[in-house]
């Protein structure tokens, strides 16, 4: 906007050179003018001087012939209109005129400009001996000729401002369109790299819905299979045991195998949003309150836990599954801090206008968030980009399943919240979980 | 009879009278010529001297005055007083002299003479000398200026040879008024 104020300082200083530049022509062009008249009067006044000294003899001898012949020599100049000699009493000799330019009785000429003509009165001398006048008469140049023979020059001059004062406006203009169009590129950059943002966390999002659609197929499948295996091994049970309550190791050791699996598809169910859910009013605030002992025993004595609970709003979620992943994420907050350190748990009541951080399909509203903040290692982006993704694990083989932070994921999810994780190598661990607020209560 | 012879004498007397006062009244325009003629030369003897430059040593001073010297009969009189009167050349006031003696003519600056008579001495007297000669035509001599009459004009021819050889130098503004103009052979 300041830039398209009336005042713009390049514009003016062109201007100012070119009324400056006009302003030095004109004066030159007066000075010229004036050195020209001087000039004309100079060269009039030579002439009447060299007629006077050519008519010296011939006004002392009153020979007017001689006389005539000195006058008629000056009619080749054609800027001369009348010449006039006279001798000591007063008497015109000799003269010519052009047009109607009456020679005067008396010869008088004061050597300027006026009324176009230039008239100069000389005495004839000799030796100091005053003899006679002569009386010359010259057309000064016409104001419109001197003024056309300057025209070529006061062009130029204007031509040259009008230049600078173009110059610089379109150059002042081109500045601005460049300041414009640079704005204009870094928000197209921003909205690029807010599209490629939102891409990527929609192309995340269709990737979890197609992972945890196949592996929500297959662990359902799989979980009525387990089913259908451990009901026959309760029947193989029965008819084994010679004596009840002595078990028959083997197949103590089968229905152990098929509780991992069972709990391991119930994992994955949970990831792919299709575990069976209870879901009622709670208060996040408080069930965080009642897990304190629980908490405090899961992250250890190396860890410090720091809890502010500012939430007031009910969420409706299934509390078991919220306690679990609560706990999944302490004990996440423990692995990442092995030399101790601090577990931050918040809750807040916010309202959300847009999304808190890489969420597709996010609908801005009242949340009750959920945070986690651990100050241990962190993770690169490239770890966080998959850190829900199933069976992703930096823990080594053997100690996780790559399912905890899928299944939380799935859980939220389901119960229609965001998740949001925040991390950078060595600067800690942030996560959030956003739930909806509900107007119900427990009653 | 007598008395006839008395009234003729009478009247041819009268008539005589009557003749010569018709011839004077027919002659005095052709006599009035000659005086007009006069103060032009009176005038233009008075004007030579801005044309001329003498030698050093021409005048005692610088303010000394330039003398114009008539010898012989005088035909231009007052005239020549006239023209004179509060005339200069540079410092120099001009002066009429008349001379009694024509060998005085050696001390003039301008020598002028119309007198046959005294022409040739006078003429001699002033050769070598710085003086310039000026005589009317028909002299047995002629100056270095010799007045002539040209219809109704006065004009004068010179002799540019014989200035020279008085060191007098004659401006060309003169030289080109002249009716003609005798120069030395070189």
Known sequence: MSRRARFNPPAIAALAAAGFLLAAGILMARYEDRLYSDQQIKSVNEQAHILAASVAGAVAFDDAKAAQEFVQALTVNPQLLAAGVYDDAGRRIAGFTRGNNALPEVPEGNGEIEAGRIEVAYPVTQNGNRLGMVFVRAAAEPAGRRIARYAGLILLVTMGALVIVVLSVSQSALSRRAGQLAAVNRRLQAEMAERARTEEALRQAHKMEAVGQLSGGIAHDFNNLIMIVKGN???????????????????????????????????????????????VPVRLSVLIEGMGQLLKHSVGDTVEIETRLHAQWWVRCDVNQMENVILNLAINARDAMPNGGKLTIETRDVHLAEAPGDIADFTPGDYVALTLRDTGMGMDEETRLRAVDPFFTTKPLGKGTGLGLSMTFGFVRQSGGYLAIDSAPGKGTKVALYMPRTEETSG | MGRHKGRDLRAAVKTSIACGLAVLAVLMPAGAQPSLENPVKAAYLSKFAPFIEWPAGAFATPTAPLVICVAGADPLGANLDRAVQGQKTGEHPLTVRRLAEPEAAADCHILYTADPLVAGAALEAAAARPVLTVTDSGLPVQGMISFVRVGNNLRFDIDEARAQEARLVISSKLLALARTVRRSPR
């Open chain 1, 233 to 279: 091994l309760r029947l193989l049970r029965k008819r084994l045991d010679p004596a009840p309550g002595q078990p028959v190791p083997y197949i103590a050791a089968a229905e152990e195998a098929l509780d991992r699996a069972a709990a391991l598809t119930q994992r994955i169910l949970a990831f792919s949003r299709r575990q069976p859910l209870t879901p």
